[in-house]
């Protein structure tokens, strides 16, 4: 019978560094959950996870990692650091998981990109179809490369269903201070969209957007927001419709896959619908089944590619 030594001979080895939210944090948490998934079935693996103490420690547990058969920077905070790093050092691979503006890196870097404009086209689809006045609005986080594709996403979805149907928007201010980070504005925002006559508000942008959806409750309107499964404001649960989820870990399980099965590419790495990685849950509120089903048959086809979402 071999020894344990001479069967993993070859260990695939993953290193894996959270920011300074540690792995409490959703997207970190995510992240090494879809460390842990990808990895499930390989003999020889084996996985670490570093927590820095401050942001100047996060090239230092990069470099740590050097060597390894992947390195994955958990989240957008670290996509400076992993960026030189990488190209300090050629001979590793390393993974850039949801930055908020994908980086140009190096050959031996891939950067997980979710298609929220997927999933924010069918949350503007379904609430075309939910409306009863004409009128829906989208509240977004401050003009980023991922804020402006999630509006393209939502217009398009809401016109593709009810064309003529008007769409009311805003991006957060850049100049407050507080990007996605600015509930107060957020419900301000969606207040005042239903002053216009919007029925159904759209929230996204972190905290900002979660400030939207409470602003769509405190006005009596439906809301559909963004990551929010089961939401622990009781306000936002009341008029929570469904939720534009992106599904970190499962994006992180493939790339890991991928790689420990000898398939590696650098660049960025689109994930949407036809790979499981996001998608538009109902959360509360029942839709009827002929609802559900236009749902369905419209994620199937941009799933396809016979539907594009704009942005």
Known sequence: MPSPLAV????????????????????????????RDGMRGLRCAHAEAAVPNHPAEYRQLLQAYVGYDLVIAGTFLLTDS????????????????????????????AVLVFREDQAAFLAG???????????????????????????AGFEHGAAYVRPGIRVLGAYQPAA???????PGWGAAQAREFARQG?????????????????GASQAGRICIGADMVAPSDPAVSD??????IKHLDRGVALIVADAAAGH???????LGLSEGAVELAPVQRELSAGQLEEIQTIAAR???GVLTTGA
């Open 176 to 182: 407050d201070g507080l990007p996605y980070a600015n």
């Open 8 to 35: 993993c001979a070859q260990t695939f080895r993953v290193g894996f560094v959270a920011d300074v939210a540690s792995l409490d944090s959703r997207a970190d948490a995510a992240g090494w959950r879809g460390v």
């Open 302 to 304: 941009l799933a396809a």
């Open 125 to 151: 689809a379904l609430a075309s179809m939910v409306s009863k006045t004409g009128v829906i609005a989208g509240v977004y986080g401050p003009s980023g490369a991922t804020d402006q594709r999630q509006r």
């Open 198 to 214: 919007a029925d159904v508000i759209f929230g996204t942008g972190g905290s900002t957007g979660k400030g939207a959806l409470r």
């Open 264 to 270: 590696w590419s650098g660049g960025a790495r689109r």
């Open 239 to 244: 008029c929570l419709l469904a939720s534009a």
């Open 82 to 109: 992993i960026v030189d790093v990488a190209r300090a050092n050629p001979g590793t691979r390393f993974v850039l998981v949801d930055p908020i503006v994908a980086p140009a890196g190096p050959a031996n870097l």
